[in-house]
């Protein structure tokens, strides 16, 4: 009978353990080990096409959950992070991503390399003219807690930023929020607004090793 009692009021706990499970950052820190070979290393580059692994840590947490969900569910196409994040777990994706929200090593390469795709200062209108800054703040610095999560990109590399707003364009990064936005501009806007945004200073990191 004591048993019984015992047995129930640990599967209780269990039960309940399962479904308000913390986020472990430990956890998360050993599953991410596989990450840092792209995500850690200062302007690693993706081949065919060519522009640079994404900083991402520092990222909003609900930003990185949302985006390895995605990839999971191929609304993403690119073929290594469809890999990774099937691989994982929800609750394994919960863990890292509060793992890397509250990491990174500094990357001081990454602001003056803006330039090189297009102009700042013509971004900073063109932004302000199509309304980014209602979810990506000002800068870029986009405030926590908007739904669906609005991704910090103020600071991002320049080639990546361009990239992503290329793939909303053409429909191969599937975002009902971001699609319409970027639909009517063109390839020049896309680049001056990469560049005003990699110019911002901003929280993102590349991973520690
Ligand atoms: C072989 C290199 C490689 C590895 C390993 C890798 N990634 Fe990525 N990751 C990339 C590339 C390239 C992109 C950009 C892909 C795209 O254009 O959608 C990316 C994108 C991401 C993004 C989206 C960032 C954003 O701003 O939208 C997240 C989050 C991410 N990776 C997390 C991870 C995690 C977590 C792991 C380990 C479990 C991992 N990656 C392993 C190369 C890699
Ligand atoms: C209504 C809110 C909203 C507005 C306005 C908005 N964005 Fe976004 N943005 C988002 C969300 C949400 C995402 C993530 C979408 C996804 O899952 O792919 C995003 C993603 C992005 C990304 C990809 C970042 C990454 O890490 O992969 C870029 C670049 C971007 N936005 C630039 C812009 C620009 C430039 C504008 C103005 C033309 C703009 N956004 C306007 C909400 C918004």
């Given at each position: 009978?004591?048993?019984?009692?015992?047995?129930?009021?640990?599967?209780?706990?269990?039960?309940?353990?399962?479904?308000?499970?913390?986020?472990?950052?430990?956890?998360?820190?050993?599953?991410?080990?596989?990450?840092?070979?792209?995500?850690?290393?200062?302007?690693?580059?993706n081949?065919?096409?060519t522009y640079k692994?994404?900083?991402?840590?520092?990222?909003?947490?609900?930003?990185?959950?949302?985006?390895?969900?995605?990839?999971?569910?191929?609304?993403?196409?690119?073929?290594?992070?469809?890999?990774?994040?099937?691989?994982?777990?929800?609750?394994?994706?919960?863990?890292?991503?509060?793992?890397?929200?509250?990491?990174?090593?500094?990357?001081?390469?990454?602001?003056?390399?803006?330039?090189?795709?297009?102009?700042?200062?013509?971004?900073?209108?063109?932004?302000?003219?199509?309304?980014?800054?209602?979810?990506?703040?000002?800068?870029?610095?986009?405030?926590?807690?908007?739904?669906?999560?609005?991704?910090?990109?103020?600071?991002?590399?320049?080639d990546y930023?361009?990239q992503?707003?290329?793939?909303?364009?053409?429909?191969?990064?599937?975002?009902?929020?971001?699609?319409?936005?970027?639909?009517?501009?063109?390839?020049?806007?896309?680049?001056?607004?990469?560049?005003?945004?990699?110019?911002?200073?901003?929280?993102?990191?590349?991973?520690?090793?």
């Amino acid at each position: 009978m004591r048993n019984t009692v015992m047995t129930l009021a640990l599967s209780c706990l269990v039960g309940i353990g399962t479904a308000w499970a913390e986020e472990d950052t430990e956890r998360g820190r050993i599953l991410a080990e596989t990450c840092v070979g792209c995500h850690g290393v200062e302007g690693y580059t993706n081949a065919y096409p060519t522009y640079k692994v994404p900083r991402i840590a520092g990222q909003h947490e609900a930003y990185l959950v949302d985006s390895l969900q995605n990839y999971r569910e191929t609304n993403r196409q690119h073929p290594t992070m469809v890999g990774q994040s099937q691989a994982l777990s929800e609750e394994q994706i919960r863990d890292i991503s509060a793992y890397l929200a509250g990491v990174g090593r500094e990357d001081k390469r990454a602001y003056p390399r803006a330039r090189s795709i297009g102009n700042p200062d013509r971004g900073g209108q063109i932004a302000e003219d199509a309304g980014c800054q209602a979810c990506h703040g000002t800068d870029g610095n986009s405030p926590e807690g908007m739904q669906p999560p609005s991704p910090i990109i103020a600071g991002q590399y320049a080639d990546y930023l361009y990239q992503s707003l290329k793939q909303y364009q053409d429909g191969s990064r599937d975002s009902a929020t971001m699609a319409p936005l970027v639909e009517n501009l063109d390839d020049r806007e896309l680049r001056d607004l990469a560049a005003f945004y990699a110019s911002q200073p901003g929280p993102l990191k590349i991973m520690p090793r």
